[in-house]
């Protein structure tokens, strides 16, 4: 079964870290490009961050540029997005999402279930 | 960077043909994906490509590009297709990124 599993989630200070993980499971990983999507409490989709197969393309949203950083491990089937200085407004539930192909583009054909972030004092 | 707008809300009769517009620059160098979102459940992908469906989307869900509008079509709409409707493309201003709609929500009476 293909599946996408985040983790890492939780309650964390303004101006601190979090770090978040998806476990990838029952297709070929270092074959596809992998994105970052949140989805704040009531509100649409905005994509956050997104990675190439092997690395070596790597984009980000205006919103995050240079706070967060995503990253890959092949060899784990594993995808992650390290979170600094973090603000309220990056409260949301932030789901991993699988592109069709093996470069960033815009056809996300697997999704996770999301993990929730929370950022308050 | 780009971005992408959708009208809030459509509404469509049980039945009947609804299209779902997508408007932005960057529909002028890229298709639209489009993805349907039902309430607690994560985003699944309907069309992407020139219109393409993945396997067990319905045919019912058709999609088209003119200029910089993408579309969204639901030729039947049933009462399970309420849901919110996103568009997402690559972003014209390069650098490897993403951008979506604000999303359309969509009531079938």
């Known amino acids: 079964e293909v599946q996408l599993v985040e983790s890492g989630g939780g309650l964390v200070q303004p101006g601190r870290s979090l770090r978040l993980s998806c476990a990838a499971s029952?297709?070929?990983?270092?074959?596809?490009?992998m994105h970052w999507v949140r989805q704040a409490p009531g509100k649409g989709l905005e994509w956050v961050s997104g990675i190439s197969w092997n690395s070596g393309s790597i984009g980000y949203a205006d919103s995050v540029k240079g706070r967060f950083t995503i990253s890959r491990d092949n060899a784990k089937n594993s995808l992650y997005l390290q979170m600094n200085s973090l603000r309220a407004e990056d409260t949301a539930l932030y789901y991993c999402?699988?592109?069709?192909?093996?470069?960033?583009?815009?056809?996300?054909?697997?999704w996770g279930q999301g993990t929730m972030v929370t950022v308050s004092s | 960077s780009s971005e992408l707008t959708q009208d809030p809300a459509v509404s469509v009769a049980l039945g009947q043909t609804v299209r779902i517009t997508c408007q932005g620059d960057?529909?002028?160098?890229?298709?639209a994906s489009w993805y349907q979102q039902k309430p607690g459940q994560a985003p699944v992908l309907v069309i992407y490509g020139k219109n393409n469906r993945p396997s067990g989307i319905p045919d019912r869900f058709s999609g088209s590009s003119s200029g910089n509008t993408a579309s969204l079509t639901i030729t039947g709409a049933q009462a399970e297709d309420e849901a919110d409707y996103y568009c997402?493309?690559?972003?014209?201003?390069?650098?490897?990124?993403?951008?979506f709609g604000g999303g359309t929500k969509l009531t079938v009476l």
């Open positions: 999402a699988k592109d069709k192909g093996s470069m960033v583009s815009d056809a996300f054909d697997i």
């Open positions: 029952g297709f070929t990983f270092d074959d596809y490009a």
């Open positions: 960057s529909l002028r160098s890229y298709y």
């Open positions: 997402n493309s690559r972003d014209s201003s390069g650098n490897h990124r993403v951008v």
